[in-house]
């Protein structure tokens, strides 16, 4: 069964001060892994989708990187606008399911 | 590109009723995909679309939730004799067929008393 786990769950971070959002997963054979931003009370907003080991992606203060077991998202010299739950996704390969598996969240609070 | 919507975005309705909800995915987008999203967890997969194929069924969907694609464009997804535990966010994505990526609705709160 696949496998996600994000943490730390809940972050709080001064601006301006750099930090790393942890995704770990499990999956029989990565497809693709999604990073999401929710703001409270709406839908998830997408922000990168990562294929393979090695890849990273970047969104103006935000980098996702990729390995073999986890990944991770960079948040650099942070604003009070960039507070919101970030969320990771994982969607196996085998079995031709296009079901991604969602983590439970972090949620990151940047305090001017 | 008009995004994904979602229609009621809130619906407050007493228990053993029945309810309705639409969505409205990307004009191109051939896949939809219903979630259930309660407070501090992620979205929880329901059910999917491909055109207007039931491809999918989480096995936590009971008999009292239906899902219906007649025209492979919008969705309605249909809760019979709500209970309280059926009190979440209901949130709707679609995709085009090759791209993984799923993009989400703004979703629709349901709260039942």
């Known amino acids: 069964e696949d496998q996600v786990t994000q943490s730390p769950e809940a972050l709080r971070l001064q601006e301006g001060e750099s930090s790393s959002l942890n995704c770990s997963y499990t999956v029989s054979g990565l497809r693709g892994l999604f990073w999401y931003r929710q703001d409270p009370g709406k839908g998830p907003e997408f922000l990168f989708t990562l294929y393979s080991a090695g890849e990273e992606k970047e969104k103006e203060r935000l980098k996702a990187t990729l390995t073999k077991k986890e990944s991770f998202l960079h948040i650099t010299a942070p604003k009070p606008e960039d507070s919101a739950t970030y969320l990771c996704a994982v969607q196996a390969g085998s079995g031709g399911s296009y079901i991604p598996t969602f983590g439970r969240g972090t949620s990151l609070i940047v305090h001017p | 590109d008009t995004g994904v919507s979602q229609d009621p975005r809130h619906k407050i309705t007493k228990r053993g009723q029945n309810v309705t909800f639409r969505c409205d995915p990307i004009s191109e987008h051939n896949r939809l995909y219903w979630y259930r999203q309660t407070l501090g967890q992620g979205p929880e997969f329901l059910t999917y679309?491909?055109?207007?194929?039931?491809?999918?069924k989480s096995r936590l969907l009971s008999d009292r939730f239906s899902a219906e694609r007649p025209k492979g464009s919008f969705s309605t997804l249909e809760i019979q004799r709500t209970e309280q535990g059926d009190s979440a966010m209901y949130l709707c994505?679609?995709?085009?067929?090759?791209?993984?990526?799923?993009?989400f609705g703004p979703g629709t709160r349901l709260l039942v008393l």
């Open positions: 994505a679609s995709s085009s067929s090759g791209k993984e990526t799923q993009y």
């Open positions: 679309f491909q055109n207007e194929a039931q491809l999918e």
